[in-house]
């Protein structure tokens, strides 16, 4: 009830390694609630972030405390009492930007209520100072120019005045004497979170520097991968040229098998016709004797012919008839003879082309 959130917002939550003072450690798995907290009784702010049932931040602003931001969505502050340093990791810049604003304008609150209790101090000092000044003058005054009935009258009450106002003081003086020493203390302890920030700023600063070394040794990587995509690339279109040629060679070779079985087909008739060769041989042969025959018959009959030419001479009658008989037959046998001698000239030309 006595505090009161005045900011609210969502954040990974960070812790620096205590061994090493350099790496961060995830204090929550996922993104959780950071709020700022004003404790009206005690006129102080809080940072407070709960996952689940465990606090994992619960830490006091206090006026030398110094929000950073170390990239555009990370920010991080010091806080002695807890003595660790806490991170905060963002979605986005404007977060951190809201962030960071909430934190310096509550440490400029926290300055100016400190400087405000000091002012307070140093006037109620000097204002009792300058009455404890005055009343001894007044004493004496009274001392001198009045009885001592007034001298106990107008002495009792300031004295006691003066008293209680001397032991405010020296409560006043002791509080502010030990605050005094708890102010040097967490000075001091800041001095050490300064330089223990300063110290991982100039190792973030190196690590940057060993990124950007990386960062340029990944372009030059990057750069020899895309001229290796490249040749790549020129070496796949050599092969997708190398399959459209091979594409048109395995056509060509259908095509020359398609072409060699039909010559297979050719050559089985061809075979067929081969086995059919020694009967046309055989065949041929018997033609040819045949002829021989013919032409020896043929032979005799021209010999008939010049004997039947005499007979013809002798008898007018007979030859009158057998010169119609004989051209009859001259004429059928010249059929013949041409019937024979072209298929003698078939039957050779076969035999050649076999």
């Not at 006091?60 to 170390?70: D, L, R, S, V």
């Not at 977060?95 to 300055?111: E, G, I």
């Given at each position: 009830s006595r505090e009161q959130p005045i900011f609210t917002?969502?954040?990974h939550v960070f812790q620096i390694d205590p061994s090493t003072k350099k790496n961060w450690v995830p204090a929550s798995k996922q993104a959780v609630t950071v709020s700022y907290f004003y404790d009206v009784t005690?006129?102080?702010?809080?940072?407070?972030?709960?996952?689940?049932?465990?606090v994992i931040i619960n830490s006091?602003?206090?006026?030398?405390?110094?929000?950073?931001?170390?990239?555009?969505?990370f920010g991080q502050w010091a806080d002695s009492r807890a003595n660790t340093v806490f991170?905060?990791?963002?979605?986005?810049?404007?977060?951190?930007?809201?962030?960071?604003?909430?934190?310096?304008?509550?440490?400029?609150?926290?300055?100016a209520d400190s400087k405000q209790k000091q002012e307070q101090i140093l006037?109620?000092?000097?204002?009792?100072?300058?009455?404890?000044?005055?009343?001894?003058?007044?004493?004496?005054?009274s001392s001198v120019n009045g009885t001592d009935d007034e001298k106990a009258s107008?002495?009792?009450?300031?004295?006691?005045?003066?008293?209680?106002?001397?032991?405010?003081?020296?409560?006043?003086?002791?509080?502010?004497?030990?605050?005094?020493?708890?102010?040097?203390?967490?000075?001091?302890?800041?001095?050490?979170?300064?330089?223990?920030?300063?110290?991982?700023?100039?190792?973030?600063?190196?690590?940057?520097?060993?990124?950007k070394k990386q960062f340029s040794i990944c372009r030059d990587e990057n750069d020899r991968l895309r001229h290796k995509i490249d040749e790549l690339e020129e070496q796949c279109s050599e092969i997708n040229r190398e399959k459209e040629k091979n594409t048109q060679l395995k056509h060509r070779i259908e095509e020359l098998e398609s072409e060699l079985r039909e010559k297979e087909t050719e050559l089985k008739d061809l075979r067929k016709q081969s086995e059919i060769i020694p009967q046309l041989m055989s065949e041929c042969e018997y033609v040819s004797e045949k002829l021989e025959a013919a032409e020896r018959d043929n032979q005799n009959l021209e010999d008939k012919v010049r004997s039947l030419k005499t007979d013809i001479e002798e008898s007018k009658y007979r030859q009158r008839h057998l010169k119609v008989e004989l051209k009859n037959f001259l004429e059928?046998?010249?059929?013949?003879i041409d019937d024979l001698h072209d298929f003698r000239r078939g039957l050779s030309k076969l035999g050649t082309d076999n």
């Open positions: 917002t969502r954040a005690r006129n102080s702010y809080r940072i407070i972030s709960v996952d689940g049932a465990k006091t602003i206090t006026p030398n405390m110094t929000f950073t931001k170390t990239s555009q969505k991170g905060l990791g963002f979605s986005s810049e404007q977060q951190l930007t809201k962030v960071a604003c909430s934190f310096h304008s509550t440490r400029n609150r926290r300055r006037t109620h000092l000097n204002r009792n100072e300058e009455s404890g000044c005055e009343t001894p003058s007044s004493t004496q005054a107008h002495a009792g009450p300031a004295d006691t005045q003066l008293k209680s106002e001397n032991d405010k003081l020296k409560i006043a003086l002791t509080q502010s004497a030990a605050n005094v020493k708890k102010w040097e203390i967490e000075l001091q302890t800041l001095r050490e979170s300064n330089a223990r920030l300063t110290t991982a700023l100039q190792e973030s600063a190196a690590s940057v520097e060993q990124w059928v046998l010249d059929g013949k």
